[in-house]
């Protein structure tokens, strides 16, 4: 395992970056304090442009590598925002603000870009051009779209992107990857069933929603266990049920809410198809009436084959053949660095956190020990990408 001893030596800086962005955690787009950290040091560095206000809150930087402007361009992406969760951790970097929690370690995947962009801008050993993605709004808020629509992938003729999220369980610092989808698409359904409410004693005057909206929850089960390809992951969870008002009344009406997740495009289209019609046509069954409204979310993140296979040669060199899975199974979270991949080719990573608690938990804990691992990757693929 080789990490390169100057990076080795940015570790204690790197991880007081990461405690400070663990104890003042902001929401989506709401990143100010974060992006204007960032900016500063990426102009601290000696970076050759940096843009604020790329997608409402990102930033990007620039760095030219030792011949100057032009040359291959790599995008290398990491994402700012934390979650709405109290913290359950008795750390010393804990957050200091209530409600608030750096929970998906998104703190240490933008203190490891910086630190990749430090160590690049102040060697240049590499051609071409390293494009430093700061996103804002990961967590629902599509912030990885934002960029991609304020023209970010043109603008800077970006043309291959890569990605890393931290994964507890994992070994700390090993690499896992896959060709093909590696995290799902992540969809929202409402399902409106119209009733008749009704003395609850006199259930025959009434159609009840209820038992209704209970055949829909059974059936939707359906699209998983006989139309999906058995070969193939969708999930179907139905995770909000409300209706009704007092113990003696049928209600009118019941809502169902919920989310589908799957890998491909084709399997997401019949999930939406297959959703539509049993609900309505359960509804229907029973004299009631559906009215669905199905949302798409981030889709599917797609990892480029080619892009893939540089990412795991590179991985294995740096750290050696058993750091580094490449057929790890994919995961059905939801990521939107999958819009930055559908825009180029590319590849989305996991880095091994350790024995921690899991992302989105409030007893999670950012792994400081794989910090140089994520930094030696970043700066690995920028200087193998811009080179080829
Ligand atoms: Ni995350």
Redesign the pocket.
Known sequence: MTIDPRILSLKDEVTAWRRDFHENPELLYDVHRTARIVAERLRAFGCDEVVEGIGKTGVIGVIHGRKGAGGKVVGLRA?MDALPIEEETNLPHRSKTPGKMHA???DGHTSMLLGAAKHLAATREFDGTVILIFQPA??GGAGGRAMVEDGMMDRWNIAEVYGM?NMPGMKPGSISIRRGPIMAAADEFTIEIEGVGAHAAAPHLGIDPILIGSHVVCALQSIASRNADPLKSVVVSTTMFHAGTAFNIIPSRATLTGTVRTLDPAMRDMAETRLRTVAEGTAKMFGASARVTYTRGYPATINDEASTDHAVNIARSLFGEAMVDDNVAPMMGG?DFSFMLQERPGAYAFIGNGDTAG?HHPAYDFNDEILPYGIQFFTGIAKARTAA
């Open positions: 994402d998906c370690g998104h990961e967590e999220h990521e992302l």
